[in-house]
């Protein structure tokens, strides 16, 4: 069966983005020693004009062939004019405001994201990236099967959770870690068995 992967960046205290939903100040941190591990092992994750600049647009999937978003991950994107981000993965985006999709190539959708997902799991392929946000990813929490953390070398104070869920501790097992000269760690987990 295929697994649902959380594949995100986050500072040292967990939040994903400023408080205003802006990313950006930890793209700084994608530095010159960890940059060659993020594009050789996770290229699938890259957006289009990323691979193209990068130099991997034709390099095939090896990890992912779908990618999850929720409306807010999708939309900023969309602002700057990229309705297609990941042309090579089947893209769905979480909304109920989005009654058509910006892009044919993009699936919006107000499945249960729970629900959708086991559908998902069912089918031949490779694995599915749930790329954020926080209120995607609490409602996902029980169906996710590996985390992988990018954690950058910075305390945000506040800011966009890696989750938006009820107390409701889980455990997951570290099966791998890399630290980078300038201080990334990619950390992986596994759901732990119940
Ligand atoms: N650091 C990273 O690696 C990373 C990765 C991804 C995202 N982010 C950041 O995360 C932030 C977004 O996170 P977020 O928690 O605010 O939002 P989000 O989870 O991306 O999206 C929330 C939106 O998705 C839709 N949605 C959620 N559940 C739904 C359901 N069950 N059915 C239908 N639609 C549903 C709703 O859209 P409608 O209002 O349209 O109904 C909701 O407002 C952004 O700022 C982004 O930059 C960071």
């Avoid at 700057?80 to 769905?92: T, V």
């Avoid at 996710?144 to 990018?150: C, F, Q």
């Avoid at 501790?169 to 732990?192: C, H």
Wanted: hydrophobic residues 40%; glycine residues 10%.
């Amino acid at each position: 069966m295929r697994k649902l992967t959380y594949f995100v960046g986050t500072t040292i205290d967990g939040f994903i983005a400023a408080p205003d939903g802006d990313p950006g100040f930890l793209f700084p941190y994608v530095t010159e020693d960890y940059l060659p591990h993020l594009v050789g092992e996770y290229p699938d994750t890259l957006p289009t004009p990323g691979r193209a600049a990068l130099g991997v647009a034709d390099v095939p999937n090896s990890r992912f062939d779908t990618v999850l978003m929720g409306r807010g991950t999708y939309a900023p994107g969309l602002a700057d004019g990229l309705a297609n981000p990941y042309a090579h993965l089947r893209q769905i985006v979480f909304s109920r405001s989005l009654t058509v999709s910006p892009d044919p190539a993009v699936e919006v959708t107000t499945e249960d994201p729970v629900t959708l997902v086991r559908k998902l799991k069912q089918e031949d392929g490779l694995g599915i990236w749930l790329c954020g946000g926080a209120d995607l990813a609490g409602q996902l929490l029980p169906e996710i099967d590996e985390l992988i953390v990018k954690q950058y070398p910075v305390v945000a104070g506040s800011g966009i959770p890696l989750f938006h869920a009820d107390f409701s501790p889980r455990s997951f097992q570290l099966t791998d870690s890399r630290i980078f000269e300038r201080g990334n760690v990619v950390l992986t987990y596994a759901k732990a068995a119940e």
